[in-house]
């Protein structure tokens, strides 16, 4: 079994800074590509974020500037830092982690608020 624990989402003030953490457990050989994704009510998953397992990033244009991908593999754990915040980010936060042989991991999700 393989679990993705997703932790930091809250309420916060537009202006204001987070960071998601989600750390990988159980049967793991290695991991590829880990990432973040986001649903807003009403709107579609997306992917905003995503790291290789070398470090070199993508990012979505409505994040790119204000957000920051890391990772640290020796912990299987995926941070996301999100600074400047505006209430249109206000969503649900997905981790996912794409495991060697085993296909796409996604975690449970963490609720981020972002009031005007």
């Known amino acids: 079994q393989v679990q993705l624990v997703e932790s930091g989402g809250g309420l916060v003030q537009a202006g204001g800074s987070l960071r998601l953490s989600c750390a990988a457990s159980g049967s793991i050989f290695s991991i590829n590509a880990m990432g973040w994704y986001r649903q807003a009510p009403g709107k579609q998953r997306e992917l905003i974020a995503s790291?290789?397992?070398?470090?070199?990033?993508n990012y979505a244009d409505s994040v790119k500037g204000r957000f920051t991908i890391s990772r640290d593999n020796a912990k299987n754990t995926v941070y996301l830092q999100m600074n400047a915040l505006k209430p249109e980010d206000t969503a649900v936060y997905y981790c996912?982690?794409?495991?060697?042989?085993?296909?796409?991991?996604w975690g449970q999700g963490t609720q981020v608020t972002v009031s005007s």
């Open positions: 996912t982690a794409d495991l060697s042989f085993r296909g796409k991991y």
């Open positions: 790291i290789a397992s070398g470090g070199s990033t």
